[in-house]
T-cell receptor, first 111, second 110 residues
Framework: DGGITQSPKYLFRKEGQNVTLSCEQN?????MYWYRQDPGQGLRLIYY???????QKGDIAEGYSVSREKKESFPLTVTSAQKNPTAFYLC??????????FGQGTRLTVV | GESVGLHLPTLSVQEGDNSIINCAYS??????FIWYKQESGKGPQFIID?????DKRQGQRVTVLLNKTVKHLSLQIAATQPGDSAVYFC?????????FGTGTQLKVEL
């Protein structure tokens, strides 16, 4: 069954720790995206990748890092430099010129 | 920078009425537009899309209108049902970059 898988669904971390969120897709899409969503707000673009071994900063990249070593995987690391990391994180993938498909999200809580 | 304290605009409609959700976009170079529906705690789901060389596209119970002159996009939902209650986002693409609007909360009253 094709789609995008984000794991885990809920994640708790202590302040000051780095944490990596997983995103895997088996849709054979070239482009992948990470968004952050805060309560009652829209989706803000963190990073995106058009192809393996290439990625670009989105609108709120500070405090985050990504890698794209494989076409199907686009992990996001929330670093200790991110001042307010508690949020709902969404991963998406698409073929250029078509709609994006989203995972079910990871809710990160930093305590 | 961070946006703090914003709340989504809300549209309340009676069951069976038509709903119109609006979206303004800022970049005239945007070439493809998408509407998504998001239910609480879930990822957004695709509703309908439109390319910049079109001004109208219809789906099942939904219509998207694009006005490039004023950079405005709208989503019309016919005969709104309780299951349509959700947050609706428009998205625009410029090349590979895909960005989203603020969103509108649609509430369907019985």
């Amino acid at each position: 069954d094709g789609g995008i898988t984000q794991s885990p669904k809920y994640l708790f971390r202590k302040e000051g720790q780095n944490v990596t969120l997983s995103c895997e897709q088996n849709l054979n899409h070239d482009a992948m995206y990470w968004y952050r969503q805060d309560p009652g707000q829209g989706l803000r673009l963190i990073y995106y990748s058009q192809i393996v071994n290439d990625f670009q900063k989105g609108d709120i990249a500070e405090g985050y890092s990504v890698s794209r070593e494989k076409k199907e995987s686009f992990p996001l690391t929330v670093t200790s430099a991110q001042k307010n990391p508690t949020a709902f994180y969404l991963c998406a993938s698409r073929e250029i010129g078509t709609e994006a498909f989203f995972g079910q999200g990871t809710r990160l809580t930093v305590v | 920078g961070e946006s703090v304290g914003l709340h989504l605009p809300t549209l309340s409609v009676q069951e069976g009425d038509n709903s119109i959700i609006n979206c303004a976009y800022s970049n005239s170079a945007s070439d493809y537009f998408i509407w998504y529906k998001q239910e609480s705690g879930k990822g957004p789901q695709f509703i309908i899309d439109i390319r910049s060389n079109m001004d109208k596209r219809q789906g099942q119970r939904v219509t998207v209108l694009l006005n490039k002159t004023v950079k405005h996009l709208s989503l019309q939902i016919a005969a709104t049902q309780p299951g349509d209650s959700a947050v609706y986002f428009c998205a625009e693409t410029r090349g590979n970059k895909l960005t989203f609007g603020t969103g509108t909360q649609l509430k369907v009253e019985l």
